[in-house]
């Protein structure tokens, strides 16, 4: 099956570019936010270059759909530079109002001093499409303000939205950047959902994750898909598609196996977490004494 170049840049993500900038000198803080299933491949390098000595906090947004021992390692990882939020069930919410007061504490004390304590704090938020922005805004905004789907592309324009903690946040739309460096980043950014599913090759998407949830996850992708690791050791990913689709019974019209049918759906229950809590991206390993106090990154995207 001849391999396809997974790349989206419609053209308000270069407007949106442009928007990060203008509006960048009315914040106070940028708060990036990465997927918690892939925190290397959902990183937009674009970013540190567009908010260059502007404060920042990183989220980790839907927690709950990753390894949670993965999500503890990236995050000792980061030296207390970035947090874990699911906003779903609300987790790690509460913390973000106090992490940002923390980073910014020398800036509002300056404030203090001019007399303008109190002020609200303004932050942008950034990230790539359907990393659950709106979400998160809705969370701090205590109600639904900013819309939101489970779809990349849905905030087309920037909106300012008070919280009841002190802090407007300004919801930028979700980007991307021109070419991914690498194949293994276009696929799990297209695994996660944020690119638009419509201009992909599902068929070839779903081999691709089949093959690394059977690298990587095995026990996990078999036990879902009552799956035989033995008899598939050796098998190619369409190998492994065409199992799905024999196991859940996905047949077309003279026997045929649907395995377009296969790769949607496990496409879907990857993504609501049904094969299980899965992190793509592995984290940095820990500092060690033999490393010489020098971080051993792992393997990302």
Avoid at 68 to 83: D, N
Avoid at 161 to 175: A, C, E, K, Y
Avoid at 253 to 271: M, P, Q, V, W, Y
């Amino acid at each position: 099956m001849p391999s396809q170049t997974i790349q989206w840049f419609p053209g308000h993500m270069a407007k949106t570019r442009r928007l990060i900038t203008e509006n960048l000198g009315s914040v106070d803080i940028v708060i990036e936010l990465l997927d918690a299933r892939i925190p290397a491949s959902s990183k937009n390098p674009e970013i540190d270059r567009l908010t260059a000595n502007k404060p920042r906090l990183t989220i980790l947004t839907k927690a709950s759909l990753a390894d949670p021992e993965a999500t503890a390692r990236w995050l000792e990882a980061s030296e207390g530079r970035m947090l874990a939020v699911d906003t779903v069930t609300g987790e790690g919410v509460k913390s973000i109002a106090p992490t940002v007061r923390t980073i910014l504490s020398d800036k509002l004390k300056r404030y203090a001093e001019k007399g303008m304590k109190g002020r609200s704090i303004r932050a942008m938020i950034v990230g790539i499409p359907n990393v659950g922005k709106s979400s998160l805004v809705n969370r701090l905004g205590g109600g639904k303000k900013a819309k939101v789907e489970d779809r990349p592309g849905v905030t087309l324009t920037k909106q300012w939205v008070p919280t009841s903690v002190g802090i407007d946040l300004l919801d930028m739309p979700g980007v991307l950047w021109p070419r991914f460096d690498d194949r293994t980043t276009g696929e799990r950014l297209a695994f996660t959902g944020a690119i638009r599913d419509a201009i992909l090759d599902t068929e070839e998407l779903g081999c691709a994750l089949c093959r690394d949830l059977f690298r990587d996850h095995r026990d996990l992708f078999c036990a879902r898909y009552k799956l035989d690791p033995e008899e598939l050791a050796d098998a190619a990913p369409y190998e492994l598609l065409c199992a799905v689709a024999r196991k859940r019974g996905f047949l077309l019209s003279g026997g045929e196996l649907n395995t377009e049918r296969a790769s949607e759906i496990l496409l879907d229950e990857f993504r609501e977490a049904k094969i299980g809590r899965i992190t793509l991206d592995p984290p940095p390993r820990a500092k060690t004494a033999e490393t010489n106090g020098s971080e051993q990154d792992g393997e990302a995207g």
